[in-house]
């Protein structure tokens, strides 16, 4: 029997998804024909059975992980215990569409995953995301944060309140910064 938090932090979304959205969900099974020039011997049967786990693989990383996989992640080591190492890891918060994830892995000595979780981010917080990345990466200047977006100071401002990070903002700065632009 499975740890009741175990059930909830691996499949809980899934779940819910399921229980209140969710027709039936299909069978994930492997079909081996057995027809005419099919298994004939126990070479033919391990062969299909090669082909339906690749054909599996194929289908699980290009349909449920293909923006998983294919994303570049930064990574940053943030514990270990004994053989084990928990990471952190953040998108790139791109801005093309792609879904993208933030998580954490922990691996063990050899670097293997013994376990791992990810969140998918929505639009609004790959869009947040992007705002604070940029402004951390122009050491918190505005102006310079515009300049890298190819908008304005004002903008800029607009888009830390839409973005509910407001309280970030000395605002007696902003107003002063505000009032120098618009006076010339």
Same mark, same amino acid.
């Given at each position: ?10 499949? /809980? ?8 959205? /969710? @027709?039936?969900?299909? %069978?994930? $099974?492997?079909?081996?024909r057995d027809g005419a020039g099919g298994i004939?011997?126990? !070479?033919?049967l391990r062969a299909a059975a090669h082909g339906? %786990? ?6 699980? +990383? /290009? ?5 998983? =996989?294919? $994303?570049?992640?930064?990574?940053? *080591?943030?514990?270990?215990?004994? +053989? ?16 993208q994830h933030i998580g954490e892995l922990i691996?063990?000595?050899? @670097? ?5 979780? $990810? ?7 790959? #869009?947040?995301?992007?705002?604070? #990345?940029? =402004?951390?990466? *122009? +050491? ?5 944060? !515009? ?6 100071? !004002? ?5 830390? %309140?839409? !973005?509910?990070?407001?309280? =970030? ?10 009032? &120098?632009? %618009? &006076?010339?």
């Amino acid at each position: 029997m499975l740890h009741p938090t175990l059930v909830e932090d691996l499949y /809980g979304e899934l779940v819910h998804q399921y229980a209140y959205f /969710g @027709g039936p969900v299909p %069978e994930f $099974t492997a079909r081996i024909r057995d027809g005419a020039g099919g298994i004939r011997n126990l !070479a033919d049967l391990r062969a299909a059975a090669h082909g339906q %786990e690749r054909a599996w693989v194929e289908a699980h +990383d /290009g349909l449920m992980a293909r923006d998983l =996989l294919e $994303t570049s992640y930064a990574f940053e *080591r943030v514990y270990r215990m004994g +053989d084990f190492d928990l990471h952190r890891f953040l998108p790139p918060f791109q801005r093309d569409g792609r879904e993208q994830h933030i998580g954490e892995l922990i691996t063990d000595h050899k @670097g293997r995953a013994a376990y791992l979780k $990810t969140f998918r981010l929505s639009d609004k917080q790959i #869009r947040k995301g992007h705002l604070l #990345r940029t =402004l951390a990466g *122009r +050491d918190w200047h505005l102006e310079r944060t !515009a300049e890298a977006l190819g908008t304005s100071y !004002a903008e800029v401002v607009r888009r830390i %309140e839409a !973005a509910g990070l407001g309280g =970030l903002l000395d605002s007696h700065v902003v107003a002063r910064r505000t009032r &120098e632009k %618009e &006076e010339g």
